[in-house]
């Protein structure tokens, strides 16, 4: 007959199985990690990037990326409303002082040429007429004048006359009053004349200046026309490359519209952009390099430009060698602005394993065994990381690629 068994001594029972199952599972699990530790403690050295550790001196820099672009760019505008007529050169095309770049239609400019130029002879002959009569009126008011000057002689000579009459008895008071009265109206009209005269004089110089001035401006005009006239033909002005060109043939262009844009090729700036969150240190005369194909220049950022687009900043960067033979226009590079520097520290090259948090784990390479060192990074660069409050010296050797198979051990071997 079966004995039953109380409740108590069951769960007891199960309690000893479970803490027997944790426990298998525990030695099943330190089983693995030692048996793992066991058939991967050695590694090849070509597996991984090994670096140095080296004394030297460091920079902290901010990234960005730049174009190469020429320092002096020179854009030519259409000189008159016009339409494109022809194009001879296209973008890329090296061009020479006085090479044609581009043909625009002349018909509507030179009828206006023409005109301008009707309308300023008959406003010259106009000039010239005006000119004329000024003079006469001149001449005449110096007649008028020389005839009143008789007629005072006249009349002078008839008071006098009068005088000597009435001396005789040949005449009388009043007859010798009248003769002066007469003299004394014609005095104040000769003065009149004189200041009408002397007025005529100024005001036809002043006239005449007038008219050679407004005539002169008329001329101008016409040379001005005449010279956008032969500028329908957009010819290059200096030596270049053609860096732009509008190619729409038949397009109405209005004047100052762009045509054509030639760029100097002896002389060129970087145009960098960096993320906004790099604003605060991006300041005119802050130091730069800046990598081209593994070559790098000198330089500083010389413009900062105001606007931010798309969280992001741009900033022009003058060059200590503008002519540096590696450059050409639109060329991409790398550009590291340098905030800070040190001279004469521990440094090791940057590599993925030293990439995040200040803190990094690393193996230490020695005697044949990899060992897991913490390494405390200061500056740092895309090239250089600054090796700083660790006991280790130059010429000791880290790996700076990744390790992430055998993150798990303390150290291991590697041949």
């Known amino acids: 007959m079966d004995k039953v068994i109380p409740e108590n001594e069951q769960n007891s029972h199960r309690l000893k199985l479970g803490a027997k199952a944790i426990l298998l599972l ?15 403690p050695k590694a090849e050295m070509n597996l991984f990037h090994i670096a140095e550790i080296e ?20 854009e030519l505008n259409a000189p008159v409303n016009t339409e494109i007529k022809e194009v001879k050169l296209s973008k890329g095309a090296l061009v020479t002082t006085g090479d044609l770049i581009m043909e625009l239609d002349q018909e509507f400019t030179k009828l206006e040429f023409d005109k301008l130029k ?84 100024a005001t036809n110089l002043t006239d005449k200046e007038g008219l050679d001035l407004e ?23 200096n030596d270049g490359v053609i860096t732009w060109i509008n190619e729409d043939i038949g397009k109405t262009v209005v004047q100052g519209e762009p045509l054509v844009r030639i760029a100097k090729l002896d002389h060129f700036q970087i145009e960098a952009t960096s993320s906004d969150r790099h604003a605060a240190h991006i300041t005119t005369g802050l130091p730069v390099i800046v990598r081209i194909n593994k070559e790098e220049l000198q330089g500083q950022i010389e413009t900062v430009l105001p606007a931010v687009e798309n ?12 002519d540096a033979e590696i450059l ?13 520097s040190k001279q004469n520290v521990l440094k090791i090259k940057n590599g993925p394993a030293l990439a995040g948090s200040r803190e990094r784990a690393l193996f230490l390479v020695e005697d044949g065994q990899a060992r897991k060192i913490t390494l405390r990074k200061g500056m ?9 409050g ?3 010296a130059v010429g000791q050797r880290i790996i700076i690629s990744r390790t992430e198979d055998f993150d798990h051990l303390d150290s291991f071997k590697i041949h």
């Open 26 to 40: 525990l030695l099943f699990s330190g089983s693995l990690f030692a048996f793992r530790s066991f058939i991967s």
């Open 311 to 322: 969280n992001s900043l741009k900033f022009i960067v003058a060059l200590d060698q503008p």
């Open 328 to 340: 050409r226009p639109n060329l991409r590079a790398e550009v590291f602005m340098i905030t800070d």
């Open 380 to 388: 740092s660069n895309s090239d250089y990381v600054e090796v700083a």
């Open 118 to 201: 009707d309308e300023l002879m008959l406003k010259r002959n106009n000039y010239d007429k005006l000119k004329l009569q000024f003079d006469k009126d001149l001449q005449d008011l110096q007649y008028r004048d020389q005839i009143k000057a008789l007629q005072i002689q006249e009349l002078q000579t008839e008071v006098d006359d009068q005088a000597r009459l009435l001396e005789i008895g040949g005449s009388t008071k009043e007859d010798l009053k009248n003769a002066e009265l007469q003299l004394d109206i014609s005095r104040i009209e000769k003065k009149i004349l004189e200041n009408e005269l002397q007025f005529t004089q």
């Open 390 to 392: 660790q006991n280790l």
């Open 55 to 74: 004394r030297g001196d460091i920079q902290n820099s901010l990234t960005a990326s730049g174009i190469v672009l020429p320092s002096f760019e020179r």
């Open 215 to 237: 005539y002169a401006i008329q001329q101008k005009r016409l040379q001005e026309l005449k010279t956008k006239l032969s500028e329908t033909a957009v010819k290059a002005p």
